[in-house]
Structure formats: C-alpha cells, structure tokens
Nanobody, 121 residues
Framework: QVQLVESGGGLVQPGGSLRLSCVASGYIFSINAMDWYRQAPGKQRELVATTTLAGNTNYAESVKGRFTISRDNTKNTLYLQMNSLEPEDTAVYYC???????????????WGQGTQVTVSS
C-alpha cells in the first residue's frame, strides 16, 4: 500500500510564503506525474501544478510566476514553493502521485490527506 503524507501548511499573511511537501512511502517502483491540487470552501478541486518524471512542469494561470513545483525522485518527495500568497490562495492543498507499481508498468493514483493553507491578515 502506498501512502502520501503532506506537510507545510499553515496561516500566513498576504505576500508571505509557504513551502508544502508531500512524501510517498510503501512499495513504489517509480512515480510518473506528481501533482498539487487545491480545494477552497464551496469550490471544486482544481489542479494547481504538475510535474512529470522528466521534470516538465505546468501551472494554473492563477499561480504562474508565484508558485514553483519541484520533485526529488530519490526521496519520492514533491514540493510546492508558494510565494506572494494572496487570500484567494486559501484552500486545502492535496498532492496526487501516479505511482508505477510493477516493472510491467501497472499504475495507480494516490492522494495525500490534504493540508490547510490560510492567507489572511
């Protein structure tokens, strides 16, 4: 069984920064895509940023230039550096990994439990 554990959320003032982490444990052959999602109260969950095994990245328009996604494949860890935070960034942030479970390429998606990010003065 694969588990994802997130950390790094909290309360920050507008303009501040936070760094989220997500670590995977369990039997993992490799990890393809690693993604950050967020869900604000009363809104649908949305994709914030994604990174592939090759290191390609994509961002939602609302966070481009402010957020940076990165990964450490040796540690099965995903990061999200969030700068210039705005009240609109307030949400529960979730990581999602597409994990390769076998050498024949069988994959499955796993989600973290979520970490609260609150941007408020």
């Amino acid at each position: 069984q694969v588990q994802l554990v997130e950390s790094g959320g909290g309360l920050v003032q507008p303009g501040g920064s936070l760094r989220l982490s997500c670590v995977a444990s369990g039997y993992i052959f490799s990890i393809n895509a690693m993604d950050w999602y967020r869900q604000a109260p009363g809104k649908q969950r949305e994709l914030v940023a994604t990174t592939t095994l090759a290191g390609n990245t994509n961002y939602a328009e609302s966070v481009k230039g402010r957020f940076t996604i990165s990964r450490d494949n040796t540690k099965n860890t995903l990061y999200l550096q969030m700068n210039s935070l705005e009240p609109e960034d307030t949400a529960v942030y979730y990581c999602k990994f597409t994990v390769v479970l076998t050498r024949w390429g069988r994959t499955s998606d796993y989600w973290g439990q979520g970490t609260q990010v609150t941007v408020s003065s």
